[in-house]
């Protein structure tokens, strides 16, 4: 069972464009929602999170949007540049518990 | 990057052959988590440890066992290893549970069971 839903799985992005990854997820006891992102033959590492007491949160290029009455949140990479390909994955949290989505490969072309 | 070591980095072994592996933090953090890495699955979250000797089920445990001796060192077993265990592990690390704080993450362990 899938809790959290993420697409694309895949993504090419010009250089400039806006790169947007969506999740929709089912548990309404969901209260926090982190962003990681992957680079090849690294581990995941913590982009950007957001707990729902609000309804968007930028950090540089970054930003996350987050709809819960339709319990979706999305990233949003503005001016995409080829070092953000990369793989990000959304995950939300509830206390000790954490499920991640599927994942979306992001590809910036220059 | 966090103080998190992951050992081997790689590793072949045959099907029913016993496998450890070996997570080692320097960031005295009291969680320590092994989740694995598949293609359209996302991670998905092994055992984790919340102390010396502290251990519980994830979402895809059957197969896998946990020790943790002492605060840096989290080690995961494989009692006989099966294709299907066949997949990238990552170590985790956080100061609170996964949904209070960040987990930080080792460089995996890539695992083929032939």
């Known amino acids: 069972q899938q809790q959290v839903k993420q697409s694309p799985q895949s993504l090419i992005v010009q250089k400039g464009g806006i790169s947007i990854i969506n999740c929709a997820y089912e548990?309404?006891?969901?209260?926090?929602f982190p962003w990681y992102q992957q680079f090849p033959g690294k581990g995941p590492a913590l982009l950007i999170a957001?707990?729902?007491?609000?309804s968007e949160k930028k950090e540089g290029r970054f930003t996350i949007s987050f709809n819960k009455s339709a319990k979706q949140f999305s990233l949003h990479i503005m001016d995409s540049q080829p070092g953000d390909s990369a793989t990000y994955f959304c995950?939300?949290?509830?206390?000790?518990?954490?499920?991640f989505g599927a994942g979306t490969i992001l590809r910036v072309k220059s | 990057d966090a103080g998190i070591t992951q050992s081997p980095r790689h590793k072949v072994t045959e099907t029913g052959t016993p496998v450890t592996l070996r997570c080692h933090q320097t960031?005295?953090?009291?969680?320590m988590y092994w989740y694995r890495q598949d293609p359209g699955h996302g991670l998905r979250l092994i055992h984790y440890?919340?102390?010396?000797?502290?251990?519980d089920k994830g979402e895809v445990s059957d197969g896998y066992s946990v020790s943790r001796s002492k605060t840096e060192d989290f080690l995961l077993t494989l009692e006989s290893a099966t294709s299907s265990q066949t997949s990238v592990y990552f170590c985790?690390?956080?100061?609170?549970?996964?949904?209070?704080?960040?987990?930080?993450f080792g460089n995996g362990t890539r695992l083929t069971v032939t």
């Open positions: 985790a690390i956080s100061e609170s549970g996964q949904g209070q704080s960040p987990l930080h």
């Open positions: 548990n309404t006891a969901f209260d926090y």
């Open positions: 957001i707990r729902p007491d609000v």
């Open positions: 995950a939300a949290a509830n206390g000790n518990k954490l499920v």
């Open positions: 960031e005295n953090h009291r969680y």
């Open positions: 440890s919340y102390g010396v000797k502290d251990t």
